[in-house]
């Protein structure tokens, strides 16, 4: 597909579990972003990697999340010990290089529901 | 800090009339200004950006001129359809930076 995709679309968790998010950038696109988006509210930024690294990870809340990229490509979105203010819809991104003013192409997302 | 500030919604209009949506930002330097569009159900689509001061972005009959003596980026479409209906997103992001920083959305209802 030539899009950003994300799985699964929707995942329902009880508090205290463990969830991975995946995310499916645009082919050749160098970077890669998370945001999350509360019912309501406009997305914000969570992470952003430049190929394989976390070149600014200040966007995570706490240290129950983490995100990997360990090839450059797919991107894992981690969350530990989810608690219900986790529930959200947690978007990913890609752009061609990450330079300032580049187009940031959205994947549909993937709702989070912790009960 | 920076932030944008959209007008609250639901903004409800007739087929045909005009539309406005009201956007301002606070940012230091110069940032690139984007409007982002939802469709119910769907991703979310970039609109239109403008880079630098008096640009104006235009993409399917919306437009949007960066102001940056007034700090805003109102998005304008002459004639709205049923098909515009969606959530408008404004976002900026700071020179030199690649985070998008959002409003928090206009809900855009058109009526037959």
């Known amino acids: 597909g030539a899009g950003v995709s994300q799985t699964p679309s929707n995942k329902v968790t009880e508090k205290g579990k463990y969830v991975e998010l995946r995310c499916d950038p645009i082919?050749?696109?160098?970077?890669l972003y998370w945001y999350r988006q509360s019912l309501g509210q406009g997305p914000e930024f969570l992470i952003y990697f430049q190929g394989t690294g976390a070149a600014d990870d200040s966007g995570l809340p706490n240290d129950r999340f983490f995100a990997v990229r360990p090839e450059g490509s797919v991107s894992t979105l981690k969350i530990q010990r989810t608690e219900r203010g986790d529930s959200a819809v947690y978007l990913c991104a890609s752009s061609i290089s990450g330079r300032a003013g580049d187009t940031q192409y959205f994947g549909p997302g993937t709702r989070l529901t912790v009960l | 800090g920076n932030s944008v500030t959209q007008m609250e919604g639901p903004v409800t209009l007739s087929e045909e009339a005009f539309l406005t949506i009201n956007c301002t930002y606070t940012a230091t330097g110069y940032p690139s200004l984007f409007w982002y569009v939802q469709y119910p159900g769907e991703g979310l689509q970039l609109l239109l950006k403008a880079t630098k001061a008096d640009d104006k972005g235009s993409n399917k009959g919306f437009e949007a001129t960066y102001r940056k003596e007034t700090t805003s980026f109102h998005l304008e479409k002459g004639s709205v359809q049923v098909s515009d209906s969606a959530v408008y997103f404004c976002?900026?992001?700071?020179?030199?930076?690649?985070?998008?920083?959002f409003g928090s959305g206009t809900r855009l209802l058109v009526r037959p």
């Open positions: 082919s050749g696109h160098t970077a």
């Open positions: 976002a900026l992001n700071r020179d030199s930076s690649y985070k998008l920083i």
